[in-house]
């Protein structure tokens, strides 16, 4: 069942969430989350996200054969890709004062 996460996900791929930041700026900072935890996961596993995502006619079984891996494996894939991504949105600015407060210690 999807959720508000992968919502998100299907209007961040589809363009639709640049389209609604220009209305509300919050979007602008869910773009930044979105794109920022793409670049930090293994490659691979981005492009089974951007690939799943960015076509809402693609089944999730289309996914795995075209991957060539298990079901469970892809699975976990994305359900860490989302984990990331909430933990990002809802503790984002946390972690950029953690950082901070370590690079000046």
Not at 4 to 32: C, N, V, W
Request: net charge negative; charged share 30%; hydrophobic share 35%.
């Amino acid at each position: 069942m999807a959720d508000s996460t992968d919502k998100m996900l299907r209007d961040y791929f589809s363009g639709r969430l640049k389209l609604m930041s220009e209305i509300d700026p919050k979007h602008k900072q869910e773009i930044a989350d979105i794109t920022f935890c793409l670049s930090v996961v293994q490659p691979e596993h981005s492009q089974v996200i951007k690939r799943y995502y960015s076509d809402k006619f693609l089944t999730w079984d289309e996914v795995v054969i075209e991957a060539g891996k298990g079901n469970s494996t892809l699975k976990t894939w994305r359900s860490d890709f989302k984990t990331l991504l909430n933990i990002i949105l809802q503790h984002g600015d946390e972690f950029i004062n953690l950082r901070q407060e370590a690079l000046q210690a």
